[in-house]
């Protein structure tokens, strides 16, 4: 059994190995990347299942911070897509909206298909983007310095990453932000991506 100040000592060790381990593996992914190991390999799954599933298994990180996830998502969005990765694309941002959210604040996740594109937008009500830093986001190791930035801590290869595979799938992913108080990101992924042997080049 562990006392108040020992269980607060073991939670931040966990959470600092946690975050060791993601810089870890999206190093392994760029190294993978840059050798054309990367591969889209499309199977049927349903986006909107994963997307809940990604919801729950994240509770623990937002109920933390006392933030408020709120989510407009179909019974059913079945797409053809590379299930690993567009969880690891979902993740991202669900993850950087949880990171840049003041305590108490709330993330809403919304999923739509339009015109045979699957559109997942995530909004927070933390610190705002600056139009001028938008590209900045996408960039490798690129981080935007705010008051917030330094404490989450990250490599600046989240975003990196997950537009790589948004556009190897013929996807994308855009930002919009008034700059001073929250931000919306929304990946646009193909219903049916049209290739099988589409590698990911994580070349600038």
Do not use: C
């Not at 919801?55 to 990180?61: E, G, P, V």
């Not at 537009?163 to 996807?171: I, Q, S, T």
């Amino acid at each position: 059994e562990l006392n108040k100040e020992q269980a607060a000592v073991a939670h931040k060790a966990y959470q600092s190995n946690d975050r060791q381990l993601e810089i870890i593996d999206q190093l392994l992914y760029v190294a993978k990347a840059d050798a054309n190991q990367l591969i889209v390999q499309p199977s049927s799954f349903n986006l909107a299942d994963a997307t809940r599933d990604i919801i729950d298994s994240m509770a623990q990180t937002y109920q933390a911070k006392s933030i408020t996830v709120k989510k407009t998502i179909p019974k059913e969005l079945p797409v053809l897509a590379d299930e690993r990765f567009v969880r690891m694309i979902i993740e991202n941002l669900l993850s950087n909206a949880v990171k840049y959210s003041f305590e108490k604040g709330s993330v809403r996740v919304k999923l739509t298909e339009q015109d045979n594109l699957a559109q997942l937008v995530v909004s927070d009500s933390g610190v705002g983007i600056a139009e001028s830093d938008y590209e900045k986001l996408f960039k490798k190791f690129s981080r935007i310095p705010n008051e917030l930035s330094t404490k989450e801590g990250g490599s600046g290869l989240g975003l990196y990453l997950a537009r790589r595979f948004a556009l190897a799938h013929g996807g994308d992913i855009t930002v919009q932000s008034n700059g001073q108080h929250g931000a919306s990101f929304t990946l646009t992924l193909p219903i049916y991506t049209k290739t099988e042997h589409n590698v990911i080049q994580l070349t600038e």
